[in-house]
C-alpha cells in the first residue's frame, strides 16, 4: 500500500539559509500534518492543513510557512535556518472529511533529517 | 493537552509476550486511546487505536479498563523489530471543518521497549 512519502530523506544547510520539505500524503487523504522532533526530544505538532486551508497552528516558528496544494501535497517553508532548527521533520496524513478525527489512524512518512551547519 | 502517564522504560525477551500500561486518568467519554510506536530512525507507526472494547490487530492487542482511566497495548510474541518507542494518546471526539480547527496528536515521554534475544 502506498504510504506517506517524504522528501528529502536529508538535507543539509548553513545558517539564515532557507529550505523545502515536500509531503505527499496517501491517496485520497485530505488532512496533512507536521510534527517537528528535535535529538532526544518526542516529536511536537508544528501545523495542520484540511482541505487546502491551514487547520491549527502549534509551536511552529514565524520563520516557518506551510501550504497544501490542490493535489493535497504540502510543503514546509523554513527561512532564516537557526542551529536550533536541525531535527526530524515528519509528516504525517489522515482522511478528514466527514469523520471523526479521533477515529483515524494518522499515517506517517519516514521524516527529513534537516541539518544545520 | 491530554496527560498519559507510561513507564519510561520496559524490557522484554524475544518470543515471550509484553504488556505495556498506560494511564490517561483524565480521558473523557469520547476520546480514543490511540498507541504509536517510533523505531530508531524512522516516523511514528500507528499500531491500534480503540474507544471502549477490547480491540485486535494483526499488530497488537489493546486492553481497555472498564473506568478508561487505563489501558495496556499487549504484544503477544515481542520480536527483535518491536524494539521501539511505544507512545499512549488519548484523543478527543473532532470533525474537521475548513478554516479552523484544534486536532493534532500530543506525543507524551513514551515507552521505551527493549526486546532481548
Known amino acids: 500500500a502506498a504510504g506517506v512519502i517524504q522528501s528529502p530523506r536529508h538535507l543539509i544547510k548553513e545558517k539564515r539559509e532557507t529550505a523545502t520539505l515536500k509531503c505527499y500524503p496517501i491517496?485520497?487523504?485530505?488532512?496533512v500534518y507536521w510534527y517537528q522532533q528535535g535529538p532526544g526530544q518526542d516529536p511536537q505538532f508544528l501545523i495542520s492543513f484540511y482541505e487546502k486551508m491551514q487547520s491549527d497552528k502549534g509551536s511552529i516558528p514565524d520563520r516557518f510557512s506551510a501550504q497544501q496544494f490542490s493535489d493535497y501535497h504540502s510543503e514546509l517553508n523554513m527561512s532564516s535556518l537557526e542551529l536550533g532548527d536541525s531535527a526530524l521533520y515528519f509528516c504525517?496524513?489522515?482522511?478528514?472529511?466527514?469523520?471523526?478525527?479521533?477515529?483515524?489512524?494518522?499515517?506517517f512518512g519516514d521524516g527529513t533529517r534537516l541539518s544545520i551547519l | 493537552d491530554a496527560k498519559t502517564t507510561q513507564p519510561n522504560s520496559m524490557e522484554s525477551n524475544e518470543e515471550e509476550p509484553v504488556h505495556l500500561p498506560c494511564n490517561h486518568s483524565t480521558i473523557s467519554g469520547t476520546d480514543y486511546i490511540h498507541w504509536y510506536r517510533q523505531l530508531p530512525s524512522q516516523g511514528p507507526e500507528y499500531v491500534i487505536h480503540?474507544?471502549?472494547s477490547n480491540v485486535n490487530n494483526r499488530m497488537a492487542s489493546l486492553a481497555i479498563a472498564e473506568d478508561r482511566k487505563s489501558s495496556t497495548l499487549i504484544l503477544h510474541r515481542a520480536t527483535l523489530r518491536d524494539a521501539a518507542v511505544y507512545y499512549c494518546i488519548h484523543s478527543p471526539e473532532f470533525y474537521m471543518r475548513r478554516g479552523g480547527s484544534n486536532y493534532k496528536l500530543t506525543f507524551g515521554k513514551g515507552t521505551l521497549l527493549t526486546v532481548n534475544p
Open positions: 504525517a496524513s489522515s482522511l478528514g472529511q466527514g469523520k471523526n478525527l479521533s477515529n483515524q489512524p494518522q499515517h
Open positions: 480503540g474507544l471502549t
Open positions: 491517496p485520497r487523504h485530505d488532512t
